[in-house]
């Protein structure tokens, strides 16, 4: 079996502040030890469970986090951003087994991380798939399900955690970080990888038909920006209607269209 991480740093353990998830800053270091550390006790995990192969993708802002080094045998890295439309989904296909999501975090619109946001915290004041406010979490294994993988584990904060077994009750969840405010409450970190191995420890494969998320019929997309010239510049992107002066609309029965105009208005 094969495994596919997606992995992201403002829902693990005691991140708080954008300078502890931002390379220019000192704080930074420190959470990418952190972060390769988590990722790497769930791929440990997920081995001990029979799954032969890890494919991890780094997530997170220069896709360049995850120290290397941390990473156990029969992993795979892929890192920095490879230009198409997965986004933090990059190298994922057909023939995984099992999407686990790891240092995932609260959606733009929503409480539960001080860092909440979904893509871009600087651009996005809330992503909606089909009337629900949509998280990294949702976008993800809706992108997951496009290709038939099960989603079978999340860790990050409690409300994205609380968020993911509402869409897949099946599924693993580690809540690792509770936010209040801009601030958060985490376990020791040495508590924090013992909740990891024993949660990672309750996988059956016998549930993995049971954490496949299937996708709708059809996207009704709202996307509303924080400042009113990206939801013009989106306004030009075929298919994109304008709803008010911030907000865009889109509408596709194609998952992986919406991926593509997702990636085109973020980038411009
Ligand atoms: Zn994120």
């Given at each position: 079996?094969?495994?596919?991480?997606?992995?992201?740093?403002?829902?693990?353990?005691?991140?708080?502040?954008?300078?502890?998830?931002?390379?220019?800053?000192?704080?930074?270091?420190?959470?990418?030890?952190?972060?390769?550390?988590?990722?790497?006790?769930?791929?440990?995990?997920?081995?001990?469970?029979?799954?032969?192969?890890?494919?991890?993708?780094?997530?997170?802002?220069?896709g360049r986090n995850i120290i290397?080094?941390?990473?156990?045998?029969?992993?795979?890295?892929?890192?920095?951003?490879?230009?198409?439309?997965?986004?933090?989904?990059?190298?994922?296909?057909?023939?995984?087994?099992?999407?686990?999501?790891?240092?995932?975090?609260?959606?733009?619109?929503?409480?539960?991380?001080?860092?909440?946001?979904?893509?871009?915290?600087?651009?996005?004041?809330?992503?909606?798939?089909?009337?629900?406010?949509?998280?990294?979490?949702?976008?993800?294994?809706?992108?997951?399900?496009?290709?038939?993988?099960?989603?079978?584990?999340?860790?990050?904060?409690?409300?994205?955690?609380?968020?993911?077994?509402?869409?897949?009750?099946?599924?693993?969840?580690?809540?690792?970080?509770?936010?209040?405010?801009?601030?958060?409450?985490?376990?020791?970190?040495?508590?924090?990888?013992?909740?990891?191995?024993?949660?990672?420890?309750?996988?059956?494969?016998?549930?993995?038909?049971?954490?496949?998320?299937?996708?709708?019929?059809?996207?009704?997309?709202?996307?509303?920006?924080?400042?009113?010239?990206?939801?013009?510049?989106?306004?030009?992107?075929?298919?994109?209607?304008?709803?008010?002066?911030?907000?865009?609309?889109?509408?596709?029965?194609?998952?992986?269209?919406?991926?593509?105009?997702?990636?085109?208005?973020?980038?411009?």
């Open positions: 079996m094969k495994l596919f991480i997606s992995a992201d740093m403002e829902g693990l353990a005691h991140v708080t502040t954008s300078s502890e998830v931002n390379r220019e800053h000192v704080d930074y270091k420190y959470f990418c030890e952190w972060m390769s550390t988590e990722v790497a006790t769930v791929a440990e995990a997920a081995m001990k469970k029979g799954f032969k192969e890890v494919f991890i993708k780094d997530g997170h802002a220069s290397p080094s941390h990473l156990p045998s029969k992993t795979k890295l892929l890192r920095n951003w490879t230009g198409d439309p997965l986004l933090m989904m990059a190298g994922l296909d057909k023939t995984f087994d099992g999407v686990a999501f790891v240092g995932y975090h609260s959606a733009a619109g929503h409480a539960g991380n001080p860092l909440a946001h979904t893509v871009s915290g600087q651009k996005i004041s809330h992503l909606k798939i089909n009337d629900q406010i949509a998280s990294e979490f949702l976008l993800n294994a809706y992108t997951a399900a496009y290709y038939g993988v099960p989603v079978i584990a999340i860790s990050g904060d409690a409300a994205v955690c609380r968020e993911a077994k509402k869409w897949i009750p099946s599924i693993i969840s580690i809540p690792v970080k509770e936010g209040i405010g801009t601030a958060t409450i985490s376990m020791a970190e040495c508590d924090v990888l013992d909740l990891i191995r024993e949660k990672m420890h309750t996988f059956d494969k016998k549930v993995l038909a049971d954490c496949q998320l299937y996708l709708p019929e059809a996207f009704d997309i709202e996307l509303k920006f924080s400042r009113y010239h990206y939801a013009f510049q989106a306004s030009f992107y075929p298919g994109v209607t304008l709803k008010d002066d911030y907000t865009i609309q889109y509408h596709t029965e194609d998952y992986y269209e919406f991926l593509r105009m997702f990636m085109f208005v973020m980038k411009g």
